[in-house]
């Protein structure tokens, strides 16, 4: 069992590996909400879902990701199979993504083509808040349009979804690293300005230098950070075309009322993008405080293989999301309503009335055994129930139950007859609150 920092916290025989966790209640709670939100708005933009492998022949992501990335170089799964196959476990969703696209001929169904992929990825990384070796992604890819307005629709998408979780003060910064026609241009200004200081980067770097010097501004060794301060940006490098979507983008996104920030410095870990990046943060997540990322990536299908076909995706971290989730918005999936009898009598009146509202698909509980009043309270407590209704031997007397609004203390008395109704009634104003 292990605490909010990771640590150890009760002798078991066995324990999960660093840098991976168990999900369970009431956390996992605040992940289903997320994950249902994300299914509801894939399906209203037309996205729909792909379940792609956990495992791929590593060249799937040394291909795409990049060798000189840290990801690649220095973070992946990698091992050989039984049948001599050298085989990774996916670090992240968009190279399987393509190669499932490229694959199974996706580019056939009618453009352009939306997918949308959850589950676990992993990345030997040393592991800290927000930073895990096994970690979820919710990711998005729209394949077949090159336009500004895709780039505003995926943006757009995030911004809705962060809005309907009522997740606040989250920042929003946009680059466009160039492509093809002129990116060369710029690694040429980046090995020029790195040059001179190749004795003080580092041996990652030196290698990077010469390979794909972009590199070197996502190192995250500390005195790397501070030599590319004064490295040449890459937004005075680009090309007309790259300009006026990276302009068109930002037309589209201010009158869309989505608020961004341009940054020239995110260049993103990994190799396959072109134009379009982005990065979602929150102050409230400590160093690891991207919640989402992505960017466009317009050749990487004809690197697999495919037909030249543009795209753009996403990613959001789950396990950071449900960390500002907890933070900001309150628990989903509490019961509404605990049922506290008193007595065997009160007992089984309780149960037939939970097992009403279940039935109803209203969340309720009731326990199955007998317990004092204070235990019960304590229990509803614990359980962050909305009410309690509590039925002892003076209330089956008059037929009644005594129901208490936990959060103000309020209460009064209904008919046995009456619960259902009182139930329903507060159960649509607290789904409606709590949604
Ligand atoms: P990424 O920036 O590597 O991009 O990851 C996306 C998000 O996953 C991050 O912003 C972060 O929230 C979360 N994440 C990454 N690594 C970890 C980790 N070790 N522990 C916890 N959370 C983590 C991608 O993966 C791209 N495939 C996104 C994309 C999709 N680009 C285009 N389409």
């Not at 220095?74 to 039984?82: G, V």
């Not at 990994?270 to 134009?275: A, G, H, Q, V």
């Not at 102050?283 to 753009?312: C, K, S, W």
């Not at 605990?338 to 698909?361: H, V």
Request: charged share 25%.
């Amino acid at each position: 069992m292990t605490d909010e920092q990771g640590q150890t916290t009760a002798l078991s025989k066995y324990n999960t590996l660093k840098g991976i966790h168990d999900i369970f209640p009431p956390d996992v709670f605040v992940w289903n909400k997320i994950e249902r939100t994300a299914k509801d708005l894939f399906y209203i933009f037309g996205y729909d879902e792909i379940k792609i492998p956990v495992m791929e022949s590593t060249e799937v992501f040394t291909r795409s990701i990049g060798q000189s990335t840290d990801i690649v170089g220095k973070e992946m799964y990698t091992f050989t199979d039984k049948g001599d196959r050298s085989v990774t476990l996916r670090p992240e969703g968009t190279a399987s993504v393509v190669r499932c696209y490229v694959e199974n001929a996706l580019n056939r169904r009618p453009a352009p083509q939306k997918f949308y992929y959850v589950g676990p990825m992993f990345r030997y990384e040393r592991p800290q808040k927000g930073r895990m070796r096994q970690f979820y992604q919710i990711g998005a890819e729209c394949f077949a349009s090159a336009s500004a307005e895709a780039d505003a629709e995926i943006l757009g998408i995030l911004n809705e979804f962060f809005n309907k979780l009522k997740v606040p003060e989250l920042r929003l910064e946009i680059n466009s690293i160039g492509c093809k026609a002129c990116r060369p241009d710029y690694n040429s200004a980046l090995t020029r300005f790195f040059s001179q200081k190749e004795e003080f980067l580092c041996g990652d770097c030196r290698a990077r230098l010469k390979k794909n010097p972009l590199r070197i501004l996502d190192c995250k060794v500390e005195s790397c950070g501070q030599l590319r301060k004064d490295a040449p940006l890459i937004t005075d490098f680009l090309c007309e075309n790259c300009k006026s979507h990276h302009e068109r983008l930002r037309e589209l996104l201010t009158s869309r009322g989505i608020s961004f920030r341009d940054n020239p410095s995110i260049v993103r870990g990994l190799d396959y993008y072109t134009k379009t990046t982005f990065e979602i943060t929150s102050e409230h997540l400590g160093a690891q405080n991207a919640v989402a990322a992505g960017g466009r990536y317009d050749n990487l299908v004809e690197e697999f293989g495919g037909p030249p076909t543009p795209a753009i995706g996403f990613a959001i971290g789950m396990e950071r999301l449900a960390g500002l989730m907890k933070q900001f918005a309150p628990s989903p999936n509490t019961p509404f309503f605990y049922f506290a009898p008193l007595g065997e009598e009160a007992l089984n009146i309780a149960i037939s009335l939970a097992i009403n509202l279940m039935d109803k698909n209203i969340s309720s509980i009731c326990t199955q055994w007998q317990m004092s009043l204070k235990g019960h309270m304590k229990r509803a407590d614990k359980l962050n129930a909305e009410y309690v209704i509590m039925i002892g031997a003076d209330e089956i007397q008059k037929n009644t139950a005594v129901w208490k609004h936990l959060s103000t203390g309020t209460q009064g008395e209904i008919s046995i007859e009456d619960i259902g109704a009182f139930v329903t009634l507060h159960e649509k104003r607290l789904k409606a609150e709590r949604s």
